[in-house]
């Protein structure tokens, strides 16, 4: 077991809408990164935050925010969702350059 | 991009040895070759990671050419349980250009025959 928790499970939402996905990360993880991943394809990186600062940011727009709490738990926030944002949500907790251990995942439904 | 080239798909028959390959030609004194696998539908899981040296723990082995560009991952007596996509990784401790180190390709798609 992991040990880094993610919620919801499942989640349906409309295009326009917003949404905040929750990561809590494993026991003395400083890190936390975000991916998203679509039907089919590998994760592909969104950001990472540092002790609570964003440490890195892959090819996605501004829509897509986040936040890191000083307990390292980490939220996803998106903006005016479009359907193409239908995903898998995967958080991943590390020690700084460490592996990072992934959790369930959130799965979104745009519709 | 990934900086790794992987099988599409391969298959294995339950209990014999799922030796995966991985292509990474372009690797860098300061990158590590890790591999993470993905069950369907499940959040990856972490396998093994090395530098140079080959490296075993209680999942699977990892074995990197002497001039580190490619490697095999190692599950030693398959189950049907290890059906999964496999994904290696080449990751620098350094972000890249995106503010990444963390990079998955497609994988290969391991299918554990009974």
């Known amino acids: 077991e992991t040990g880094v928790t993610q919620s919801p499970t499942h989640l349906i939402k409309t295009r326009g809408q917003q949404v905040t996905l929750r990561c809590s990360s494993q026991?003395?993880?400083?890190?936390v990164s975000w991916y998203q991943q679509a039907l089919g394809q590998g994760p592909q990186f969104i950001f990472q935050?540092?002790?609570?600062?964003?440490?890195g940011r892959g090819n996605f727009p501004p829509r897509f925010s986040g936040l890191q709490f000083p307990n390292y738990s980490s939220e996803l926030n998106v903006n005016a969702l479009e359907l193409d944002d239908s995903a898998l949500y995967l958080c991943?907790?590390?020690?700084?350059?460490?592996?990072?251990?992934f959790g369930p995942g959130t799965r979104l439904t745009v519709t | 991009d990934a900086k790794t080239t992987q099988p599409t798909s391969m298959d294995c028959a339950e209990g014999r040895a799922a030796n995966l390959p991985c292509n990474h030609s372009t690797i860098s004194g300061n990158e590590y070759v890790y591999w993470y696998r993905q069950i369907h539908s499940q959040g990856p899981q972490y396998i093994i990671h090395?530098?140079?040296n080959n490296e075993t723990n209680e999942m699977a082995s990892l074995i990197i050419t002497e001039d580190r560009k490619s490697s095999t991952l190692i599950l030693p007596h398959a189950t049907l349980r290890d059906t999964a996509v496999y994904y290696c990784?080449?990751?620098?401790?350094?972000?890249?250009?995106?503010?990444?180190?963390?990079?998955f390709g497609p994988g290969t798609r391991l299918s554990v025959l009974p």
């Open positions: 026991s003395g993880h400083n890190t």
């Open positions: 090395g530098l140079k």
């Open positions: 935050y540092y002790r609570e600062e964003e440490n």
């Open positions: 991943a907790s590390s020690s700084y350059r460490g592996e990072q251990y």
């Open positions: 990784i080449v990751r620098s401790l350094y972000l890249d250009n995106y503010g990444q180190n963390f990079v």
